[in-house]
């Protein structure tokens, strides 16, 4: 059983930063790929970003790539999402998504490889 927990959302100007945790409950925090995934009112759940089980690869969707980085703390069992420069478009409910030993990085794009989710956290880009 894996559960996981979002934190760090808010509201923030155009241009600001916040740092999204995401609290990962499992007895084997490092065989755990985690992604980020968002969805704004009325779209689709579109992927974010994804970190592999052992922390060496991330990967980025174009939209924010250069803005956005994710990491993972094996001894907090916590993935992190820093988000720099954002902008309006970025508004959206962020969740975090386990994926059990996923490693590749065309099965953590896809919203179905993981099996396990939290419950959101509200992001807000205003002015």
């Known amino acids: 059983q894996v559960q996981l927990v979002e934190s760090g959302g808010g509201l923030v100007q155009p241009g600001g930063s916040l740092r999204l945790s995401c609290a990962v409950s499992v007895r084997t925090f490092s065989t755990i790929a985690v992604g980020w995934f968002r969805q704004a009112p009325g779209k689709e759940r579109e992927f974010v970003a994804a970190i592999t089980y052992g922390g060496g690869s991330t990967y980025y969707a174009d939209s924010v790539k250069g803005r956005f980085t994710c990491s993972r703390d094996n001894a907090k069992t916590t993935v992190y999402l820093q988000m720099n420069s954002l902008n309006p478009e970025d508004t959206a409910v962020y969740y975090c998504?386990?994926?059990?030993?996923?490693?590749?990085?065309?099965?953590?794009?896809?919203?179905?490889?993981?099996?396990?989710w939290g419950q959101g956290t509200q992001v807000t880009v205003s002015s």
């Open positions: 998504a386990a994926d059990p030993g996923g490693a590749r990085e065309s099965r953590l794009r896809r919203l179905s490889s993981y099996d396990y």
